[in-house]
């Protein structure tokens, strides 16, 4: 790159960074597309529709109620995968819809739940809503090339055989599809149908394809439910959370910026850049995948900044070892660039296969999640690798090539003799885990629980209050729920406000008789409100036991996949097996953490583990790359115990550097944050700290224990003449 096309470089990451900062703070157009105001929020944080129903089936089971929760919830991520939906009292369903305001919209959409049935023409019942698993709309094109629209039926293994029967007796006659007793479809029967998989076809427009299919998939419930009541509500937290929230992002960014500027100097300088396209570039796209950001959103985004330099961290690390080494500035950065990138791709490649495992296989938040996680992944590579690259050679091209711009010559680090202190990091891992299960297995035997879950995991109470006055938000938050959480004992209080009236929905922790009495006389008292308007119902855990089973076979579907690629890229089962060990090991120290801590399990639970499981592969991989590399120059007098020394104390000051940068930014957002962040920043500082641990003094003495132990005396490499 010559002097010209390095200040039109320079010029155009300027474009850039104006162009997108218009973009998030202003937009285009009327309704300012791409302007951050626009992203749409999750119902902690703007509110949305919640809609209630009745079960109009007598004495439904526990097991009818929970497989509707569980299909609604399905149903119902359609509009938001931070969508929820609860069991209140004994017979009712609650949905709660973030980022939307019209409830009679959702309400004509969602479709009006009730009895299904397909049935032959001399009106046998074929099958029933219950054996259908979803529908959903397919396009094509006709003979002609205009656009033609069919619906797609997936049935059970149930419902595929008794379909297939039903179809091959029924070839040329139709089989009526019936909603509450009315004829919604009566397709012809062109020929038997057995895969379990079923296609409506016919002259429909999108809608008509749409309303045809939202029909069957609301039909499909084990139960008939009657609309209740719907409300628009407020956000479950004021505006400060947001604005604490935002602020910690920002005092964070500029302490890294910082902090990247004193320790790399002018490559600093060009990752600082860097990273401010970076946050710019994924605000854009959660506006245009039109991604649902809760307040576990805005900390994982936060905390992605601190994350996002662990690549470039990589890159400079590798740049001033090739500079120690005697090479040019200019050769240097080419070499630099080029050794980190096998780390950067396995690292985030890694990860990125766990966000797809946990899209597919996961529901609720933890497909939500895996979304924002794939973005911050795929985002910083493109930045590290393309943006930062351009910046620093541009820098170089202007006439920066001083090489006291880019690192100041220090000695090089002897190594340090980790493994030999093997045993006692085992032992302190094992004896951490063992006196933390043992103190929660103490709690259990005392009656309190091995963890302290939230309403998500545990359900609780909700209290519905109609106050003589239009209180705010933030008004809720600092006069009524200090006087909830002192007569409840729960400092986890949820509250949400209905809008266009006075009623205030508080959510605690399940109350018996006489908390549900204190509690009413102490509004009444502090607020005058009217005892006997107020209604309390328990309502369930928004997390249903489907969600956390399909949690749990997400991260161990996600783990096997992490196994196969380090194993297919690394060629050795070692590493990929020490990986995982390790990964288990940091996920399963964090979640001992929340036991002994007693922090409430809840959404931000999820968040927080599946963080760790991104956080934690990323930095094993980055020393197992390095020890790959060294196996290439590895010979018969090779000492395999100093080969991996040497590898941990190379990627020490990156290990040090990532884990510092992400730990500032996870403390600033303790320090400022709300209540719910801090429950989320804590967890994350105790994982961070443990990550750092882990990667340096567990996974290389693993994979030496496993290389020594099982590959035998000779991959030992141990053979001195």
């Known amino acids: 790159m010559n002097k010209k096309k390095g200040i039109i470089s320079l010029v155009l990451m300027a474009v850039v960074i104006i162009l997108l ?86 309400l004509n959409e969602l479709g009006k739940p009730g009895s299904l049935e397909f049935q032959t023409s001399d009106g046998e019942t074929v099958i029933t809503g219950a054996d259908v698993d979803t529908a959903s709309v397919q396009s094509g094109q006709d003979d002609m090339g205009n656009a033609e629209y ?32 009315e004829t919604i479809s009566s397709p012809t029967v062109q020929s038997a149908i057995t895969g379990g998989t079923a296609y409506i076809t016919g002259n429909f427009t ?83 995948f ?50 980190a990138m096998s780390a950067i791709v396995d690292g985030n490649v890694t990860t990125l296969i766990a966000a797809a495992v946990l899209w597919f296989r996961g529901s609720g938040t933890v497909k939500g999640f895996a979304q924002t996680l794939a973005i911050g992944i795929v985002v910083s ?64 035997s005392k009656g309190r629980g091995a963890f302290a879950y939230g309403l998500e995991f545990e359900g609780g109470t909700s209290t519905t209050v109609e106050f003589n006055k239009d209180y705010s938000i933030n008004e809720i938050d600092k006069e009524i729920v200090p006087v909830v959480e002192e007569v409840t004992g729960d400092n986890n209080v949820q509250t949400q406000k209905v809008e266009g009236s006075n009623q205030v929905i508080i959510k605690t922790v399940t109350l018996d008789l006489e908390q549900r009495e204190a509690l009413d006389q102490a ?108 196996l290439h120059y590895k010979t018969r007098s090779t000492d395999l115990k100093l080969l991996v020394n040497r590898s941990i104390t190379e990627t020490l000051t990156r290990s040090i550097y990532t884990n510092l940068t992400t730990f500032i930014m996870v403390v600033v957002l303790y320090i400022l944050g709300v209540s719910s962040i801090r429950e989320f920043a804590l967890p994350l500082i105790v994982g961070i700290a443990w990550g750092a641990y882990s990667s340096v003094c567990i996974t290389g003495a693993l994979w030496y224990v496993m290389k020594t132990k099982i590959g035998g005396k000779k991959a030992a490499g141990k053979g001195k003449k």
């Open 523 to 630: 509004l009444a008292d502090h607020f005058q409100v009217d005892p006997d308007t107020i209604t309390a119902e328990n309502i369930s855990s928004t997390v249903s036991s489907e969600m956390r089973q399909d949690a749990v076979i997400a991260v161990l579907t996600a783990a096997v996949f992490m196994l196969l690629y380090i194993w297919l890229r690394f060629k050795d089962i070692r590493f990929a097996t020490s990986a995982v060990l390790a990964l288990l090991h940091d996920v399963v120290v964090v979640i001992i953490f929340y036991g002994v801590s007693r922090i409430a399990i809840g959404n931000t639970f999820i968040a927080c583990i599946l963080t760790i499981v991104g956080y934690s592969i990323n930095a094993t991989i980055v020393i197992f790359d390095r020890i790959r590399e060294e």
């Open 381 to 444: 590579m493109f930045t590290a690798l393309v943006i930062t690259r351009l910046i620093i050679f541009a820098f170089y091209a202007i006439g920066l090539r001083n090489e006291k711009l880019y690192y100041h010559p220090k000695k090089e680090r002897k190594p340090i003799d980790f493994l030999s202190k093997k045993k006692y990091f085992f032992t302190l891992s094992i004896a951490v885990m063992i006196i933390g299960l043992a103190v929660m297995g103490f709690n259990y």
């Open 150 to 181: 069919s619906v797609e039926l997936v049935l059970n293994d149930e419902g595929t055989q008794k379909f297939a029967d039903a179809t091959e007796a029924n070839i040329g006659q139709p089989i009526s599809i019936i909603y509450d007793g």
């Open 206 to 288: 999108y809608e008509e394809a749409e309303n045809l299919a939202s029909t069957i998939r609301i039909g499909g419930l084990q139960l008939e439910l009657k609309e209740l009541r719907s409300n628009v509500v407020g956000a479950q937290l004021g505006e400060e959370a947001i604005s604490t929230s935002l602020l910690a992002g920002a005092i964070g960014f500029a302490i890294v910026f910082l902090f990247m500027i004193c320790v790399y100097y002018l490559p600093g300088l060009a990752s600082g850049i860097a990273l401010l396209i970076y946050i710019e570039i994924v605000l854009v796209i959660l506006n245009a």
């Open 290 to 339: 039109n991604v649902t950001l809760t307040l576990p959103g805005i900390a994982g985004i936060v905390l992605s900044i601190g994350m996002a330099v662990d690549a470039n961290v990589i890159i400079f690390a590798r740049v001033r070892e090739e500079l120690t080494r005697g090479k040019s500035i200019k050769n240097a950065l080419k070499t630099g660039f080029q050794k």
């Open 21 to 106: 900062g218009y973009t998030t703070a202003v937009g285009f157009g009327k309704t300012g597309t791409g302007a951050m105001k626009n992203i749409k929020l999750g119902l902690d944080l703007a509110g949305g529709v919640s809609i209630t129903y009745q079960v109009e089936d007598d004495n439904p089971t526990a097991e009818q109620m929970s497989d509707t929760i569980y299909k609604l919830q399905l149903r119902v991520e359609q509009y938001s995968t931070e969508a929820s939906v609860y069991q209140e009292g004994d017979d009712r369903i609650s949905i709660e819809i973030p980022g939307v305001s019209d409830a009679n919209e959702i």
